[in-house]
Structure formats: structure tokens, C-alpha cells
């Protein structure tokens, strides 16, 4: 049913009855008709069926870590970067070529095994069913298989070669019904796509769409909270007479990688500079948000000569937040001598409501 081409298969009705099954799918639906067995000698025994101890099973079995990788896949990247190094050697194809439907337009988001020159003309190409393979099967849903460029030409007298390719798979990703892009494989020399190879492709494309969708949303997501983030923090540090002052940003959380640690060097006198780092409870835009008005009420009470305490309680009197903001102290230093400055008792790191 999967490969929409005829297939047969005979199955024992108990108690010693037994049938042959024809089945004729096509994008309506399937026609099955059923007929008493009536062929000399047994029925194929299951080690005799076309599937089986052929390279279907070593397919279905090398395909398994996929599936199983596709669901711990975040970014778009991650999704193209485990269908080339598990899909291309299963299934013996040499390019591959990954994109997203955007508008009317079907931008690249990866690939491999093509030149560059190959993808700028790939890169963009209409959803007009009528204009190329990939976009009619996007259009039906279903996938296409061309053996060699002769079938290809066939089926698209009016569609230029545009690689040295010589076979091809095009495999609409859609998830809810709803297209979300294409897959392409690509062959160097004519292939002959089996029924085994039809049977796990059109599946494996529904796998890939479900993983390349959720991982459009956290690109989507990142770029958003990663942007306003950035635009949050201080594009400039002040120059300071007699200091050199330098920033550097490194999140050390997993996934996202942003939310609502921010830093800050405030021009107080022409000789007096503070100094802010902070961290705001979380890793997504609320925390992003968060910390630009913990950033700004800081900034506002230090310039006004707020002392430091003053500062952290007019921004937690101002702000009322329902998130931690965490105001860290360094502790004394270990080893100081007794009546070393050093040595004054100086709060813990702590983790206050502002």
C-alpha cells in the first residue's frame, strides 16, 4: 500500500483453506481481490516471500537508530545532518537535498552531495504543481521515484536537468495534512527503486517531516528570544579613563541557550563606574523580557546615586516580579589575615524576589 504498486500475498484460512490476496492500490484507494489458491505445490513459506532476509529487513533495522534520532533532534540542521549520514548509505544514494515550504516558495535549509551552483538554482523553487516533480508530489502527497532521466523525462518533458544525477526520490514531508516541505535523494547512476525501498521511503518521510517540523519551531522560537535578548544587553561598554573594560557572553545552559542572564557597566561620576551581573529565573522570552526591565530599573537607580542596596530594593519595589532575580556576592577570600579588609563578612550568593 505504501509503494502504490500490485502486490500478491497467500494466506492460510483456517482450518486448511488457503487464499491468494491481489491487491491494486492506488491514490484512491485499493482494489483487493481474493481467489481460492489454485497454483501446483505448497504456498511460498514465509522465508520465501519477496521480503524477507533481503535487504528490506537490513533496511528496516538500519533505519530503526533514525527514527529513534530523529526524536532528539533540535535544530533544522540536526534533522539534515542525521537523514544524510543514516538515510544515504541505506538506501545506496549519493546526494540529498532538504527544504521547507515558505509562501509560494520552497527555500533549501540542506543537502549534500550537490554543488553549489546546483543548489542556487534548486534553492526557492515554486509550489506550482505543474512546474516540477517535487512540487506535484507535494501537491498529492504522495511520493515519486525515477529510475533514470529518460522516466524522468517522461513524466516532465519541460523540466531542464539540472544536475549530473541519474536517478531520483522525492519524498513530500507533510505532518497534520499539512505540507511542510521535501526530501530528495539522489542517485549518480540509474536505480531501479525496489518495492522494499518504496515500502520504507514513503514511511521514513512521514518520520522526517514530524522531526524537521518541531525543529523549524525551535529555530523559529531561538532566533526570536535570541534577538530580543541581544537587543536587551548593552551594544557598547563605556569607555572608562584609566581601565580597559571587556564583556564576554557564554550561556551554559543546555537546549535554548538564552534567557535572562544579563550584565551591565554604568557610568556613575567621571570617576566612579558600577558594575551589574545578573541572572532572571528561566531560559525562554519571559525571562528574556524580564531581564530588560530589571536591566533598565538598575540602570535608572544607580544614575540617580542609589547605594547598591538601594538599588536592588527600589527595582524589586518598581518591578513587583513573580520570577527569582539572582544578585550573587563574592564571598570573603579564603586565607585572609585576621583584620584583613578582606576578611569583613559579605552575604552568600542568594537567590531574592527583586
Not at 483456517?14 to 481474493?34: A, C, N, T, V
Not at 546615586?305 to 532575580?325: E, I, Y
Request: overall charge negative; hydrophobic content about 40%.
Amino acid at each position: 500500500m505504501s509503494s502504490r504498486e500490485p502486490s500478491t500475498l497467500t494466506a492460510l484460512r483456517p482450518p486448511d483453506r488457503w487464499l491468494d490476496f491481489q491487491l491494486y492500490p492506488d491514490e484512491s484507494g485499493i482494489i483487493l481481490l481474493i481467489a481460492p489458491h489454485t497454483a501446483e505445490g505448497a504456498p511460498p513459506r514465509p522465508a520465501d516471500l519477496p521480503y524477507a532476509g533481503t535487504a528490506f529487513d537490513a533496511g528496516v533495522y538500519r533505519l530503526m537508530p533514525l527514527a529513534a534520532a530523529l526524536t532528539e533532534t533540535v535544530r533544522v540542521q540536526d534533522v539534515v545532518d542525521r537523514v544524510a549520514d543514516q538515510v544515504l548509505p541505506t538506501f545506496g544514494a549519493q546526494g540529498l537535498i532538504m527544504a521547507t515550504v515558505e509562501a509560494d516558495r520552497m527555500p533549501v535549509v540542506g543537502h549534500c552531495g550537490f554543488g553549489q551552483e546546483v543548489i542556487e538554482q534548486l534553492d526557492g523553487l515554486p509550489t506550482d504543481a505543474g512546474l516540477s516533480p517535487v512540487a506535484r508530489s507535494l501537491s498529492v502527497g504522495t511520493a515519486a521515484f525515477f529510475a533514470d532521466r529518460a522516466e524522468l523525462a517522461r513524466a516532465y518533458p519541460e523540466t531542464p536537468p539540472v544536475s549530473d544525477k541519474q536517478a531520483w526520490a522525492f519524498l513530500p514531508l507533510v505532518t497534520s495534512g499539512r505540507p511542510i516541505g521535501y526530501c530528495l535523494l539522489a542517485y549518480d547512476r540509474p536505480h531501479a527503486f525496489t518495492t522494499a525501498e518504496r515500502s520504507l521511503l514513503t514511511p521514513l518521510a512521514g518520520l522526517i517531516a514530524q522531526a524537521l517540523d518541531r525543529a523549524r519551531l525551535y529555530d523559529a522560537e531561538h532566533g526570536l528570544v535570541h534577538a530580543l535578548q541581544q537587543t536587551l544587553l548593552p551594544q557598547a561598554l563605556p569607555t572608562v579613563a584609566g581601565l580597559d573594560v571587556a564583556a564576554r557572553y557564554l550561556p551554559s545552559s543546555h537546549g535554548i541557550d538564552i534567557g535572562g542572564d544579563f550584565y551591565d557597566l554604568i557610568r556613575l561620576t567621571n570617576t566612579e563606574i558600577a558594575a551589574v551581573i545578573g541572572d532572571v529565573q528561566g531560559h525562554d522570552a519571559t525571562a528574556a523580557a524580564l531581564m530588560g526591565q530589571v536591566r533598565t530599573a538598575v540602570h535608572s537607580h544607580a544614575t540617580a546615586g542609589a547605594p547598591p542596596d538601594q538599588v536592588l530594593a527600589r527595582t524589586d519595589r518598581d518591578l513587583a516580579a513573580s520570577r527569582f532575580v539572582s544578585c550573587p556576592l563574592r564571598p570573603p577570600r579564603p586565607g585572609s589575615p585576621p583584620g584583613d579588609p578582606r576578611q569583613r563578612r559579605a552575604p552568600a550568593p542568594t537567590a531574592a524576589p527583586l
